[in-house]
């Protein structure tokens, strides 16, 4: 493998080549993790000038392997632990034309910077006439100077003034959202840096690279999610998590809200804003929107959109009803720089802590209320910006509940990261335990299952039903003894635990490959498709096995690297609010979730992981896996 | 998709994924390059608007086509050959 590694303080670079690395942490993701726990001190607070940002393509990315294009950015998080974040577009191709698999970021510039990267190597250029633009400005100007085909990453105020879950912008619309990696880049003085090489991306076995990018493609356009994931993208789920009432309503108060779907449904959204729909590189899914708000206040605003965590966070979350205004808070996430969801939960934080009467409006200068835009669109100003209240704001829920004493139980944060998009107390599956094991923290993006589907709301700790079609299931790349433990015989339901510890690797695997988890990706393709298709490029000969250990070596690396951080299994817990009151929908109300019951599934998922009950990984865990070697 | 003689393109449905300047990189110069494509795109990432063109040398292997998913490539039928 071959990693740019760029030292801030001295404007200079090196390549480090290791092929060695390639087939046991293979891109993206995996090879991020090696490098974060391999060289970055756990001692150090994530806005020290040791702190270092790792870039890495998926190793299928800038191919004709569809929808396998993303990119991942990892870093010691401001949350204090792992931070690391995904992101799609052309950057994946951007990065390998550059002929390079990785970017390693070190050190404090002296001054801000920005970093022009090509196949030949790096320019240090100055950016003091754009430190304090916003991204979409950033880019503008990058692009005028660097050329219009330039990839640019880019921070924005936000990112400057060390917001902690500032976001780091791909191009204008795609985003690093989560756990706060605009902030490690502000730390640095690093504004952006430009993508511009003319490289070139080779193959070892080109007949089987061919046959297995169209097996893939074949799978992927066959499946049942194909039709509808085009046609309303992440939007698809918007009346269905209304109607199951798993919105996040009002800061996880309200798991309905009336007139949902007409004002905030996937065919509402199509009729009115929808004008057409574009992709990442390489995929032939087609799930993003290109929308124009058509009358009103904001009338002729064209921007990228809706997608559904856009419309959870700033509809449901804080109850904004109007599509054109949810549009104008996501464009102000994005030209500020900070993460839609994390930026929507804290507001929603404060709104809670505000009618609680543990905030006052003179501590503020106005009244922040749910569903009002203006008062909402004011916050996030303040926080992209830190001023006022945004300074206290921009610390997070995590840091900001120390100082409101009696806020714990609404402070809806896991290991530091804001819980966005779904509430718990709808169905306890695959997907809600994901929440409180997942490395990074509170977030849904990192274990999956391969056949979600929300049609049975029937709560049961251990099992979520099954529902897919007899022909999805003979798509489903699952190898034969992982799908003995995780289904019964004949499949009718999904073992949660066995299945979240899969789905958990699985998404390492998607990551370190550069694939998407859009469902007609993610329903079909498996370790086997995966390791034909790195076998293909790479020249090796890795079967769905060997891929499935590394992955697990993976996690376990991230899991290690957050104790060397402090965090003990107590972490590992919902905020008090989802075990102790009712959630209102409009089927009527839900209990709580069940302590223990959460608590079991929790320990066996421990157990199956080889930890012990305090989320220690065992003796016999680490030498089987080898990491006992890299420690 | 029958073979035709010439290729048709329809810019307005074009996504931007690049699978036609991947796929005819790969199939012409055995490297993923959009350099060496000789079907380019030119991307306006700001509106997301995407042009395609044809540019000299262009074999008709179809390459391109086979790899759009979203008709925006296609055969022209009148010259459709079998």
């Known amino acids: 493998m071959r990693i740019l590694l760029i030292d801030l303080e001295n404007k200079d670079f090196s390549y480090i080549e290791d092929e060695a690395l390639r ?49 991942e950015m990892t870093c010691l998080s ?46 240090f250029r100055d950016a003091t006439n754009i430190w304090g633009k916003d991204v979409f400005e950033t880019v503008d100007t990058l692009k005028k100077k660097e050329g219009k085909d330039a990839e640019v990453i ?45 490289g070139e991306i080779t193959v070892k076995d080109k007949k089987g690279f061919l046959e297995i990018s169209r097996a893939i493609r074949e799978r992927i356009m066959s499946s049942d999610s194909l039709g509808y994931t085009r046609r309303y993208g992440s939007m698809v789920v918007s009346d269905v998590y209304n109607q199951m009432g798993i919105l996040p309503g009002y800061n996880f108060t309200k798991g309905s809200i009336e007139k949902w779907e007409e004002t905030r449904g996937r065919r509402f959204f199509e009729k009115n804003f929808k004008e057409r729909d574009f992709a990442c590189v390489s995929c032939p899914i087609g799930c993003l929107h290109w929308s124009r708000v058509k009358e009103g206040d904001y009338a002729g605003l064209e921007t990228h959109g809706l997608e559904v965590t856009y419309v959870l966070e700033f509809g449901a979350k804080l109850g904004i009803s109007d599509i054109s205004k949810i549009l104008i808070c996501v464009e102000l996430c994005n030209r500020l720089g900070m993460d839609v969801i994390s930026t929507a939960s804290v507001i929603a934080y404060l709104i809670e802590l505000f009618e609680k009467d543990m905030v006052k409006e003179s501590d503020i200068g106005f009244k922040p209320m749910f569903s009002d835009f203006e008062s909402i669109s004011r916050l996030i100003f303040l926080i992209g910006n830190k001023e006022g209240i945004g300074r206290i704001l921009s610390e997070g829920i995590g840091s900001m509940k120390k100082y409101f004493t009696g806020s714990e139980d609404f402070a809806c944060e896991i290991k530091g990261l804001e819980i966005p998009v779904r509430d718990p107390r709808g169905r306890f599956d695959t997907w809600i335990l994901g929440y409180i094991i997942n490395t990074r923290g509170g977030d849904h993006l990192k274990i999956r299952t391969p056949v979600d589907a ?45 299945m979240a510890k899969y789905g958990e690797e699985l998404l390492v695997l998607f ?48 899991h ?13 817990t919902f905020p008090e609010r989802f075990y102790k009151e009712y959630i209102e929908y409009r089927g009527g109300k839900r209990p709580p979730l069940d302590r223990m019951k959460v608590k079991k599934a929790l320990i066996e998922y421990f157990k199956l992981r080889g930890w012990d009950s305090k989320a220690k990984p065992k003796k016999e865990t680490l030498h089987r896996l080898g990491i006992d070697k890299i420690i | 998709m029958k073979r035709g003689k010439k290729i048709r393109i329809n810019n307005d449905n074009c996504a931007g994924c690049m699978l036609c300047v991947l796929s005819c990189s790969f199939f012409n110069a055995g490297v993923f390059n959009p350099e060496k494509s000789i079907i380019k795109i030119n991307k306006n990432d700001k509106t997301l608007k995407f042009t395609l063109k044809i540019t000299v040398g262009c074999k008709m292997c179809g390459a391109c086509v086979e790899a759009c998913a979203y008709n925006a490539l296609g055969w022209e039928d009148e010259n459709t050959v079998n």
């Open chain 1, 511 to 558: 990551n370190a490959f550069g694939f998407c988890i859009r469902p007609p990706v993610l329903r079909t393709i498996g370790p086997s498709m995966l390791s034909k298709a790195f076998n293909a490029m790479y020249g090796y000969d890795l079967n769905e096995d060997v891929l499935l250990e590394h992955a697990e070596r993976i996690v376990n690396m991230q």
């Open chain 1, 23 to 71: 087939p046991l942490y293979f891109g993206g993701i995996g090879l991020n993790t090696y490098l974060l726990f391999k060289y970055t001190d756990t001692k150090i607070d994530p806005m020290d000038r040791e702190n270092n940002i790792f870039i890495s393509s998926g190793a299928l990315a800038g191919t004709i392997i569809p929808s396998a294009s993303r990119s």
């Open chain 1, 560 to 572: 290690i690297f957050n104790l060397k951080r402090g965090l003990t299994a107590k972490a590992y």
């Open chain 1, 454 to 498: 929300l049609l049975d709301f029937k709560i049961d700790y251990e099992y979520e039903p099954l529902f897919i079609s007899e022909k999805e299931m003979t798509l489903l790349d699952i190898p034969q003894k992982v799908k003995d433990k995780i289904f019964d015989n004949p499949p009718t339901k999904i073992h949660i635990p066995h």
């Open chain 1, 154 to 198: 880019s921070i924005g105020m936000a990112g400057e003034k060390g917001v902690r879950y500032a976001s780091v912008q791909n191009g204008y619309y795609h985003s690093f959202g989560r756990t706060g990696t605009g902030a490690v880049m502000g730390s640095k003085f690093l504004k952006a840096v430009c993508f511009k090489g003319n």
């Open chain 1, 78 to 123: 401001p949350t204090g632990y792992l931070g690391t974040t995904n992101s799609g577009g052309s950057l994946g191709l951007g990065i390998r034309l550059c002929n390079i698999d990785a970017l390693w970021i070190k050190g404090r510039a002296k001054h801000p910077l920005y970093l022009k990267i090509d196949e030949k190597g790096v320019l």
